[in-house]
Every structure is written in C-alpha cells, then in structure tokens.
C-alpha cells in the first residue's frame, strides 16, 4: 500500500501561483511512477501531469503545458506541482496518484493508477 496526501491548496487570484505537494508513505515511493489530476464540480477527473519514478520524465495535459511543473524528491517521499499564471477554469479539486513503474510512461488515465490522495482545493478566482 502507498499512502498519499496532498497539501498546499488554496485561494489565489487569477495570474498567480501555487505549489502543491503530495506526500507519500507505505512502499518505496521510487517504484512509482506518479501522476497529477483534477476534477472541477460535476465535471470528471481529468489528466493534469505525471513525472516518471526518478523525476527525469514529465508529461503534460495540452491545458497546463507551460505553466504548471511537477518535480519530486524521492529523498523526501514527497511530489509536486508548481502551478503559474492560474486561470479560473483552474479551479477544482487537485489529487496526486501513483502508479507501478511496471505500466510504462506516461500514463494518463485514471484507471491505470493504484493509488490516490484524498484530494486538495484550488480555487482561482478572477
């Protein structure tokens, strides 16, 4: 079992940053590929980025490509989500989600990670 919680949601306005972070327990947070997601109210949950087990691989959706970053400190367990120049349609429920190195990367389904965070808000107002 790995164990993830995110943290670092909040308010900001339009055109600022955040940083998010996902810490992660249980298993060796290094066989894991991890990846970013989002689900805004009655919308579904949607790809945002992944980042491969050793942190030289990222991925990203068409909508966040060049502004949001993830990166991870496999020395401190912990992965994360730099998020700049924030719009609106930002807004929604982040969670951080990983997945067995096994499947390959990237990977941008729901379905293909095994574990997930129980989720942090980001509301970007404008």
């Known amino acids: 079992q790995v164990q993830l919680v995110e943290s670092g949601g909040g308010l900001v306005q339009a055109g600022g940053s955040l940083r998010l972070s996902c810490a992660a327990s249980g298993r060796t947070f290094s066989n894991y590929n991890m990846g970013w997601f989002r689900q805004a109210p009655g919308k579904e949950r949607e790809f945002v980025g992944a980042?491969?087990?050793?942190?030289?691989?990222?991925y990203y959706a068409d909508s966040v490509k060049g502004r949001f970053t993830a990166s991870r400190d496999n020395a401190k367990n912990t992965m994360y989500l730099q998020m700049n120049s924030l719009k609106p349609e930002d807004t929604a429920v982040y969670y951080c989600?990983?997945?067995?190195?096994?499947?390959?990367?990237?990977?941008?389904?729901?379905?293909?990670?095994?574990?997930w965070g129980q989720g942090t808000q980001v509301t970007v107002s404008s």
């Open positions: 980042i491969s087990w050793g942190g030289g691989s990222t």
């Open positions: 989600a990983a997945t067995a190195v096994i499947r390959g990367f990237p990977r941008d389904r729901r379905g293909d990670y095994d574990y």
